[in-house]
């Protein structure tokens, strides 16, 4: 039970999976296969879509063919809520889909850059902070973007990252594209 006092649809085990997700995979959302302990030698990254998350994708790929594990990526996804009205969805609205359409080309990209990695693809319904840090119970290291917003970026950890470096049952790296002008 989070604290907001709803229970995250996370499967405990969702990391078990020895199957790798390539792009054209239909299996995103279950991808437990085996009730068998799972090793810890794999690096999970989230992935939201933005160009910092991409940049710390590439980083967690490197580091994994480093250190012989395998790469998770972690995209997480909820339906809007609001206070008061209701808001308005088109009928198609479908956010899993949206979110798998967004890894696909990634999960290639990586792939093709890094033969021989083992990469699985994890689309879960759940609140970010929570879904990685989850993640990080099957991991040997969670890798999070830093996309420094505003003034103080270079102070401030945004939510996520705060989370996860605070509740992470493994090291975390916070990765921060290196600034080209330095």
Same mark, same amino acid.
């Given at each position: 039970?989070?604290?907001?006092?709803?229970?995250?649809?996370?499967?405990?085990? #969702?990391?078990? *999976?020895?199957?790798?997700?390539?792009?054209?995979?239909?299996?995103?959302?279950?991808?437990?296969?085996?009730?068998?302990?799972?090793?810890?030698?794999?690096?999970?990254?989230? @992935?939201?879509?933005?160009?910092?998350?991409?940049?710390?994708?590439?980083?967690?790929?490197?580091?994994?063919?480093?250190?012989?594990?395998?790469?998770?990526?972690?995209?997480?996804?909820? @339906?809007?809520? *609001?206070?008061?009205?209701?808001?308005?969805?088109?009928?198609? @609205?479908?956010?899993?889909?949206?979110?798998?359409?967004?890894?696909?080309?990634?999960?290639?990209?990586?792939?093709?850059?890094?033969?021989?990695?083992?990469?699985?693809?994890?689309?879960?319904?759940?609140?970010?902070?929570?879904?990685?840090?989850?993640? *990080?119970?099957?991991?040997?290291?969670?890798?999070?973007? *830093?996309?420094?917003?505003?003034? @103080?970026?270079?102070?401030?950890?945004?939510?996520?990252?705060?989370?996860?470096?605070?509740?992470?049952?493994?090291?975390?790296?916070? #990765?921060?594209?290196?600034?080209?002008?330095?």
């Amino acid at each position: 039970m989070s604290p907001s006092g709803h229970s995250p649809l996370i499967p405990e085990e #969702y990391a078990r *999976s020895r199957v790798s997700r390539t792009a054209g995979s239909d299996v995103w959302r279950d991808t437990v296969h085996d009730t068998q302990d799972h090793p810890t030698d794999g690096v999970v990254v989230g @992935f939201d879509g933005s160009e910092a998350a991409a940049a710390a994708v590439e980083w967690a790929a490197t580091q994994a063919v480093r250190t012989g594990g395998r790469l998770d990526l972690v995209t997480a996804w909820e @339906f809007p809520t *609001s206070w008061g009205n209701v808001i308005p969805l088109p009928d198609d @609205f479908d956010p899993a889909a949206d979110a798998k359409a967004m890894l696909d080309p990634l999960v290639e990209r990586i792939e093709g850059a890094h033969p021989g990695l083992a990469v699985h693809a994890h689309v879960i319904e759940g609140n970010a902070s929570e879904v990685l840090v989850g993640a *990080s119970r099957h991991a040997a290291l969670l890798v999070v973007a *830093s996309r420094g917003h505003g003034t @103080f970026s270079g102070m401030m950890l945004g939510s996520v990252s705060q989370h996860c470096v605070t509740h992470a049952d493994c090291p975390v790296v916070v #990765y921060r594209k290196p600034d080209p002008a330095a």
